[in-house]
């Protein structure tokens, strides 16, 4: 039966507009993107393969253009549009985070974060820039590395936090193997950052480590600062 069969309620797209989109399954977000299903599938139908396919939302929504490509009712449109959305996501949490104060907002710098880094395969270390209200100034990634680690030079770090201004930073990089626990390198790089920093009047907020899951982990919140 097509979709526009179903009852109001059943239909993902009302659904959304009656109820939010929080009240829709995964499967229902997925078939308001595909818009349309194949030759036999409603798009809600499709959904729910591809769910199964991929393994999980979040893996269909990281995964490369041939692998995306594979699946039926996936090609290149579809691709860029989703990159389109993610892209906005992502550009939304920012501009959230920027109108607001970095150390008031603590979930929402999290979820920036994971937006932007999660999905490396690689080690990527990054820095949010603050002003002395500690609204963000800008976010940048500094270095990368290889799926084990990445090197991390103070000075330039000291570099690029004069000049843009700052007057204190946060810090955050990633573990591809998705453990969101400190090293004890990533102890000593922090110590030796904050300590180059303070020699120019720059504070050391936080270091996030961002894992595999939603909550990254906050020297701060440890008593690692």
Known sequence: MPITDWPDAERPREKLLAR??????DA????????TGIPGKTAVDLARDLLKDFGSLR???????????QSPGLGMAKYAQLQAVLEMARRHLRESLQRGNALTSPDLTRQYLAAQMRAYPHEVFACLLLDNQHRVIDFRELFRGTIDSASVYPREVVKTALACNAAAVIFAHNHPSGVAEPSEADRLIT?????ALGLVDIRVLDHFIVGDGEHAYSFAEHGLL
């Open 191 to 195: 110590q030796r950052l904050r300590q």
């Open 20 to 25: 939010g989109a929080g009240s829709l399954s």
């Open 28 to 35: 229902e977000l997925l078939a308001i993107f595909l818009r």
């Open 59 to 69: 893996a269909l929504l990281e995964s490369d253009f041939a692998r995306f490509r």
